[in-house]
């Protein structure tokens, strides 16, 4: 059965709005390091804060989307949100002016995520979402990896001029906007909640969905935020007009691999890919420890951008599968905030690592949270098949 042109159109959102995104994202952490002067445990806390940020906010958005019944508005918010402060980064003259950017940038993330994904879910049939999940995600990743190639385009073209680049950011931003806008519709069947204010309600979601959303916040803490990919590039000898290439490989690789694990994820036991992720960051974290070139660096990014293809989108429909259709945006929203904490711990942690223990003990120190993370799902697998 082909999926609902809604799904197509929500993935286009995110292709466009990702190359808006990664364009500056693939630039950020050697302009708060090298341009700024800022150091590696700075670069965790603002990464770290921002992607907390966006996960407090989708809580609420999601929780807003089951009670209105109107999930188009929501996203819509948060994608414009994100557009219009895209032009803060040229703008900014110091780490506090980005880490603001990067903080109102993430409430516009954590007001359409929740939304979005729930969005997905109301447009499907249970038997479409793993592929539908990996449809959206591999767009959005295709933009993921588009983005930093114009990065670095563009860096040749002006002169490593960085803010020239985040000015440019903005376009595709804004035809993103205007997608969701013209393209996407609400779903006709929802009914709004009434006679109750917004709130988690927790005991109304099932224990499958805490067991997935405690295993997929495990995962976390061994994936911190990507920057440090980046740093690790520079680290081996990238210059700055090719340190977006980190990105484009990640993502290349997680673009490739999306798609086709949602469709197996509705064919098989989806635990038995997550198992397979697992063990894939695994290598991917001993390669980044260990490489001395950037051919390994890039080896071990795209076993990186492989284990999210092989975990993300699995995750994802898995919450969509465990939750109540009328609490979807707020277990959505919930299982964002779980996983977002524990990034602000992830990224906090590796960037006291990198700066006191160097890259080396960051990545180890990530493989062995990521065979922790193996085990635990290993010891709730039962579980995750109910």
């Not at 051919?295 to 795209?302: E, F, M, N, P």
Request: proline fraction near 5%.
């Amino acid at each position: 059965m082909p999926l609902p042109a809604g799904v197509w159109a929500l993935g286009m959102v995110s292709l466009f709005m990702d190359i808006s995104s990664e364009m500056v994202h693939a630039l950020l952490p050697v302009f708060v390091v090298g341009t700024l002067g800022a150091g590696a445990i700075w670069l965790g806390v603002i990464e770290g804060v921002a992607e907390a940020t966006a996960c407090i906010v989708k809580v609420f958005s999601g929780a807003l989307s089951d009670r209105w019944g109107k999930r188009k508005s929501l996203a819509l918010l948060g994608y414009g949100l994100a557009a219009i402060t895209k032009p803060l980064f040229p703008l900014a003259g110091s780490a506090g002016m980005v880490f603001a950017a990067r903080c109102i940038d993430r409430v516009g993330k954590g007001i359409r995520g929740a939304p979005r994904d729930a969005l997905v879910a109301d447009y499907t049939t249970p038997e479409q979402r793993g592929a539908a999940y990996g449809l959206r995600q591999s767009l959005d990743t295709v933009g993921a990896f588009i983005g930093p190639l114009i990065a670095i385009g563009l860096l040749v073209l002006l002169a490593n001029d960085v803010r020239a680049v985040f000015w440019i950011a903005v376009i595709p931003a804004l035809i993103a906007v205007a997608i969701l806008w013209l393209a996407v519709k609400e779903p006709t069947h929802l009914k709004p909640l009434q006679k109750r204010v917004v709130d988690l309600r927790p005991k109304d979601l099932p224990k499958t969905f805490w067991v997935v959303a405690i295993v997929a916040t495990f995962f976390t803490l061994a994936r911190f935020s990507e920057a440090f990919l980046i740093l690790r590039g520079a680290d081996v000898g990238l210059t700055i007009a090719w340190t977006p290439l980190v990105l484009v490989v990640m993502n290349i690789a997680y673009m490739c691999s999306a798609y086709p694990v949602g469709v197996l994820a509705d064919r098989m036991p989806r635990h038995h890919l997550l198992i397979v992720g697992a063990a894939v960051l695994i290598v991917a974290n001993l390669m980044l420890a260990g490489a001395k070139d950037v051919t390994v660096v890039l080896l071990g990014v795209a076993l990186w951008g492989l284990h999210m293809g092989l975990t993300e989108g699995v995750f994802t429909a898995m919450i969509a599968d465990a939750a109540p259709e009328n609490l979807r945006g707020t277990a959505f929203g919930v299982f964002n905030l779980m996983r977002g904490l524990l990034l602000l711990l992830a990224s906090v942690i590796a960037g006291v690592m990198w700066q006191y223990a160097g890259p080396p003990a960051t990545f180890i120190t990530a493989s062995v949270l990521a065979a922790f993370s193996m085990l635990l799902l290993l010891a709730s697998r039962s579980m995750l098949r109910a």
